[in-house]
């Protein structure tokens, strides 16, 4: 089995348990999230389910409106049932690196208005500990003007070094949804308090958010190379 077909697996099983009728649904951004909707649409096409997706990123809003489902926003629908995303790498603990693909600021925002938020994912996401197959690091959103400060600061804290990420199809940084910028922090030490590291890294003036998901995440499934899912729930 492909990991594309290892996410498909992870992501309808997500849907199939956690999605009801009237459901609030935050639609999170990335790849795995793709056969989350499509499997959304499904069943909101056989079953005559009413749902109101909440997007989390331009990306997540497109993708509702191709499959034709309830565009809703956080300023009509500010409590979710849940909302189902993706996630760079899943540690024992449940704590989650979000950001790769650039939108970890709306991401943890909708994830926060949600009773229950639900990471779906193949199996190379699965580690014991933050870093053991995530190499890019943990993204950090900053404001442009303070992100050489910023980087100073992390850095002396917590040691590790940390790299302004680059666009790909233009010159320059990436830009996020929010006209920020976005730092990648590659840690060295994998046994941090990562709550903690949270803490300390968001009270610096100019960080507006960072990648690491403590205590917010309720289950995570897992598709597998022979098709099999595997559930984790936090216990918490």
């Known amino acids: 089995m492909s990991l594309e077909q290892a996410k498909q697996v992870a992501a309808y099983r997500a849907v199939d348990e956690f999605v009801t009728n009237n459901c609030i649904f935050g639609v999170g951004s990335g790849s795995t999230v793709v056969y989350a ?9 056989t079953e005559n389910l009413k ?20 565009l809703g926003e956080l300023d009509t629908s500010p409590e979710l ?21 650039g ?4 991401e943890k925002i909708v994830a926060s208005c949600s009773k229950k938020l639900v990471v779906i994912a193949d199996y190379t996401k699965d580690s014991k500990k933050l870093g053991d197959s995530y190499k890019k690091g943990i993204p ?9 400060p910023i980087k100073n ?36 030490n994998q046994d941090l308090d990562w709550d903690k590291v949270n803490t300390a890294v ?11 998901f403590v205590n917010m995440c309720h289950k ?17």
Not at 220 to 233: N, T, Y
Request: one cysteine or more; proline letters at 4%.
């Open 140 to 148: 950090i959103e900053v404001v442009p003007m303070a992100y050489v």
């Open 81 to 101: 049932d849940v909302t189902i995303d993706g996630a760079d790498e899943v540690d024992a603990g449940m704590t989650l690196i979000k950001g790769g693909g």
């Open 202 to 212: 968001k009270i610096i003036p100019g960080v507006v958010e960072t990648g690491l």
């Open 220 to 236: 995570a499934f897992f598709g597998q190379p022979e098709g099999v899912v595997i559930e984790r729930s936090a216990v918490h």
């Open 103 to 106: 939108c970890l600021l709306q």
């Open 51 to 70: 749902v109101t997706c909440i997007p989390t990123s331009f990306q997540a809003k497109q993708l509702i409106v191709k499959f034709n489902l309830t």
């Open 153 to 188: 600061k992390i850095v002396a804290m917590f040691g590790g070094e940390i790299k302004l990420r680059s666009a790909v199809a233009k010159a320059g940084p990436v830009v996020t949804d929010n006209g920020n910028f976005i730092l990648d922090w590659i840690f060295k």
């Open 37 to 45: 909707v499509q499997r959304l649409a499904e069943r909101v096409e």
